[in-house]
């Protein structure tokens, strides 16, 4: 009887033995398909900001050719930062976002930061969308901002 649990023991320790080490091979494989995965979604949201940035251009450009405004009252600051570089040197123009005081939201509208701050709103339209004026999606010429003066 003594023999009979031997053995059992021994075949118990056996495939203990085979079941971990089996363990540790899925193991290594569950991590290289995790990394695999890691690394295909880093490729993905890299292509994904690549494509949203060239469909933005190529809306862009469309709307340029239909001569329609770019910049719109409805849009968001953030929007209107994503169209042009020189967005926010043309909102501190008009004091916003320029200091403490007249901090604008990213997610607040033109419309909206304009009625906020009593900014006259066909100005910095007109200023805005004079950064498109040029015909190339990045380098606009010089700009004539509006002096405007808002009471603090």
């Known amino acids: 009887m003594a023999t009979v649990a031997l053995i059992v023991a021994v075949l118990a320790l056996i495939i203990a033995f085979l079941a971990v080490r089996r363990a540790g091979m899925l193991q290594e494989r569950v991590e290289r398909a995790t990394s695999a995965v890691h690394e295909l979604r880093s490729v993905l949201n890299e292509t994904n900001a690549k494509l949203d940035a060239r469909l933005n251009d190529l809306r862009l450009n469309l709307r340029r050719q239909a001569g329609e405004m770019i910049f719109t009252p409805k849009m968001t ?16 123009s008009f004091h916003l976002g320029g200091c403490s005081n007249c901090a604008v939201s990213d997610v607040d509208t033109i419309e909206g930061a304009c009625q906020t701050y009593g900014i006259d709103q066909t100005s910095l339209m007109t200023a805005l969308n004079g950064l498109i004026g040029g015909g190339s999606g990045g380098s606009a010429g010089p700009i004539k901002l509006p002096s405007v003066k808002v009471g603090y």
């Open 77 to 92: 600051i953030a929007e209107a930062m994503d169209v042009h570089p020189r967005v926010s040197e043309v909102l501190a």
